[in-house]
């Protein structure tokens, strides 16, 4: 949440949720959005994909689903 964004809800008396860990959750979604734009443009130049590469996606998929639900159910997550 931004500065202004935190200023403006608490002027409008708006409920703020901090939800621990979302931060590393969000991190690992832009990286995997990172690898899937590159092998997005690879694939549409006519390169051959690595299928180790799209595991490896796959895999990092996974394991922000895992972060999400543990978010979901205790409001933060466990290290």
């Not at 895992?66 to 290290?79: D, F, I, P, V």
Request: include cysteine; charge should be positive.
């Amino acid at each position: 949440m931004s500065q202004q964004d935190y200023l403006t809800a608490c002027v409008l008396n708006k409920k703020i949720i901090i939800i621990e860990g979302f931060k590393d959750v969000v991190i690992q979604l832009k990286r995997m959005g990172v690898n899937l734009n590159q092998l997005t443009k690879k694939a549409n130049e006519g390169f051959p994909v690595d299928v180790f590469e799209l595991k490896g996606i796959e895999k990092g998929l996974i394991e922000i689903w895992q972060l999400l639900k543990q978010l979901s159910h205790t409001g933060g997550l466990k290290r």
